[in-house]
């Protein structure tokens, strides 16, 4: 069975920093792209950053170049996203998601991890 | 970006009755490949995103027949033939065409 567990969300201040981690199991981790996607109540659901397989390459939605960075652990089966210069507009309940095969967008999600930026 | 319309934003259903959602993409979704990357999601509350409906009208394992996808270019339905209460929550369409990939505002299906 394909899971998806993210942790690291909190509440940070405005400027501060958070690595958001996802622990995947039940598939070969190394086989798939693999991405984050953030949901907010005033921007819906937003595609954050891919990596690829073998991580590298990285694909990254214009606003948030610069201060997030996606990576990943293939010994680990994990994947990672650090954010850097945090803005209270990056409140969001972030979802790391498997990209499925041949059909782009991803085909299972995570549970989600609440990441609240306020002073 | 590619801007994903959804109507209605709304749908109140009677359970046993068809639902229909529409989706209408800013520019066309057909790839050098010839594929259109169109999907559709679920969110029951309380839950994260689940795949229904990939490549505009190919169903996920496990996804009841009820639920069907259609449409080619810019425009794509989402259809529920009957309604049961397990359907509530917000639908979402998504293309995965052209980055960033990027998601209609979502429908909120609920029980008449």
Not at chain 1, 36 to 53: F, H, M, N, T, Y
Not at chain 1, 66 to 94: H, K, P
Not at chain 1, 107 to 119: E, Y
Not at chain 2, 81 to 109: A, L, N
Request: with cysteine.
């Amino acid at each position: 069975e394909v899971q998806l567990v993210e942790s690291g969300g909190g509440l940070v201040q405005p400027g501060g920093s958070l690595r958001l981690s996802c622990a995947a199991s039940g598939f070969t981790f190394s086989g798939y792209w693999m991405s984050w996607v953030r949901q907010s109540p005033g921007k819906g659901l937003e595609w954050v950053a891919i990596i690829r397989q073998d991580g590298s390459e990285k694909i990254y939605v214009d606003s948030l170049k610069g201060r997030f960075t996606i990576s990943r652990d293939n010994a680990r089966n994990s994947l990672y996203l650090q954010m850097n210069s945090l803005r209270v507009e990056d409140t969001a309940v972030y979802y790391c998601a498997r990209v499925a095969r041949g059909a782009a967008g991803g085909d299972f999600w995570g549970q989600g991890t609440l990441v609240t930026v306020s002073s | 970006d590619v801007v994903m319309t959804q109507s209605p934003l709304s749908l109140p259903v009677t359970l046993g009755q068809p639902a229909s959602i529409s989706c209408r993409s800013s520019q066309g979704l057909v790839d050098s490949g010839g594929n259109t990357f169109l999907n559709w999601f679920q969110q029951r509350p309380g839950q994260s995103p689940r795949r229904l409906i990939y490549k505009v009208s190919d169903r996920d394992s496990g996804v009841p027949d009820r639920f069907s996808g259609s449409g080619s270019g810019t425009d794509f339905t989402l259809k529920i033939s009957r309604v049961e209460p397990e359907d509530v929550g917000v639908y979402y369409c998504m293309q995965g065409t052209h980055w960033p990939w990027t998601f209609g505002q979502g429908t909120k299906v609920e029980i008449k």
